[in-house]
């Protein structure tokens, strides 16, 4: 009978030191205690294991001395006598066999019956190929293991995957290799010198992750996909899933998940090297724009953006994001190309009295592109005044105070806030960044810039532009807009003075 042995076990001079009060369990073998500073009226467990030779530690959650007593002699019934594990046993063969000198063998066990079952160890992966040979004839079980082995060993030959993957393995090596290629700085040059920007990988991971798993099913085996598994079907699943979804976007996404099968082609996890999709316009449609009324309300709020304020960090703030602005309308980059731009990256040049920056785009969703040029270079030779890093290597547009790259959230709380104080807030859609691009195309269309100059500058296609901005082909005659500018419309556009 377990009892306690007495009521106060004498203590050692450490044991004083330790705990508050003690007693003994089950001849001994158990301590039941409390700590004076950690456990507080808690009682704790303790007890030898000379297996494992250590002590088995436990509070046991109560603050009542008898009901600590029984949970100590349970535990301490647990610890004598543990659930026993089942270990794992070999495959007991009621029937086995084996072809091509041991390296295949044939079996039955118990569990499959009088079916024969296959067994080849696949060195290269260091782990058995197990398969049903879906007979129980002994002669046609032969058979088939050998034409197995056979095709087995062709699929390594030609470096082909022996034992299937699932949806989520093909996109989970997918996005780790487009990861590999994300540009981080002038240094980093990315796979094939030409990379990814990070925006660009998260909308890749966006497609493969949140569409493709999506519509197939992560734990979908590759070897149950074949070339027309998408056509027509991915389209209606993303029309299911987003009724307003553009035919643009699935386009732009049908190519990711063409790019991401032909990895698995590479890698020799699929049969074939491409998709088979219906037919699908782009139905390109013109770009945001802003015309030149909106650019006039959007350029005099700049000028007098900063008049009311009184914090010296807000007003430098602003200085920076007034210029950023300004040199995207006058050069056509993208947001990120910009925000990424090193003094290194710019030269400043004057020719017949006008100033032109001259830029080399080193981190570019469609690669770099060298001697960009922008009008009015000196949006830059202002912006060098603002900043306290000059140095080469140093971002371009950049927090003073951390000498890092001005965050996104403070990017596009200042353009809210353009917005918000202009008519631009009631536009169906919500004016972006991305619309001083457009406008950039749109003027300089208008001012008869060569299709095929104009898409090199802007790092685009002719028939991308010839797509997006065709309405200025017919827009040109008019009056709105035309090669000579107003001298107020043309001051606009190249900047403040």
Not at 288 to 296: P, Q, V
Request: aromatic share 12%; glycine share 6%.
């Amino acid at each position: 009978m377990n009892t306690i042995t007495s009521k106060s076990v004498k203590k050692s001079k450490k044991t004083q030191n330790y705990f508050s009060e003690e007693f003994e369990l089950c001849d001994g073998n158990v301590r039941v205690f409390r700590v004076k500073s950690r456990s507080g009226e808690v009682w704790q467990f303790r007890s030898w294991l000379e297996k494992e030779k250590k002590y088995s530690i436990k509070s046991l959650k109560t603050k009542d001395k008898k009901l600590a007593t029984k949970r100590a002699i349970e535990h301490y019934e647990e610890l004598k006598s543990p659930v026993k594990k089942k270990s794992k046993t070999k495959h007991h063969f009621t029937d086995k066999f084996e072809v091509y000198d041991g390296d295949v063998v044939v079996y039955r066990t118990a569990l499959s019956g009088k079916v024969w079952q296959f067994r080849c160890w696949i060195q290269t992966e260091s782990k058995y190929y197990k398969k049903s040979l879906r007979t129980k004839d002994r002669e046609l079980a032969t058979e088939r293991a050998r034409e197995l082995f056979i095709e087995i060993h062709a699929k390594i030959k030609n470096k082909q995957q022996v034992f299937d993957k699932t949806v989520q393995q093909l996109c989970d090596v997918y996005l780790t290799e487009q990861e590999k290629r994300i540009r981080t700085g002038a240094s980093a040059k990315g796979k094939g010198n030409i990379g990814i920007t990070k925006g660009r990988f998260v909308t890749i991971r966006t497609q493969i992750q949140k569409h493709l798993v999506g519509f197939l099913g992560e734990q979908t085996k590759l070897s149950t996909i074949i070339p027309t598994f998408f056509k027509n079907d991915y389209t209606v699943y993303r029309r299911k899933k987003n009724p307003t979804v553009q035919d643009v976007t699935i386009i732009n996404e049908r190519a990711t998940i063409g790019n991401c099968f032909k990895y698995a082609f590479e890698l020799g996890w699929v049969k074939f090297n491409e998709l088979h999709w219906e037919e699908m316009s782009k139905n390109a449609s013109k770009r945001d724009a802003f015309n030149l009324e909106e650019w006039r309300e959007i350029y005099k709020y700049l000028g007098q953006w900063t008049n009311q304020e009184k914090d010296e960090h807000i007003i430098e703030e602003k200085n920076f994001i007034k210029n950023f602005i300004l040199i995207l309308v006058n050069s056509g980059l993208r947001f990120g190309e910009l925000r990424e731009l090193r003094w290194s990256n710019v030269k400043v040049l004057k020719t017949g009295g006008k100033s032109n920056a001259v830029i080399d785009v080193h981190i570019s969703k469609t690669g770099r592109r060298e001697n960009v040029v922008g009008r009015r270079g000196e949006l830059f030779n202002r912006v060098r005044k603002l900043t306290k890093f000059k140095n080469p290597s140093d971002y371009i547009f950049i927090n003073n105070q951390t000498g890092e790259q001005i965050s996104d959230k403070v990017y596009y709380r200042h353009w809210d806030e353009i917005i918000q104080n202009t008519s631009l807030k009631e536009k169906l859609r919500k004016p972006s960044y991305y619309c001083l691009r457009h406008t950039y195309a749109t003027f300089r269309l208008y001012a008869n810039v060569p299709v095929f100059d104009l898409a090199k500058n802007m790092g685009c296609s002719v028939k991308f532009i010839e797509d997006h901005y065709g309405h200025v082909q017919q827009l040109k005659r008019s009056e709105l807009l035309t090669k000579d500018f107003t001298d107020e419309g043309s001051k606009m556009l190249i900047g403040f003075d």
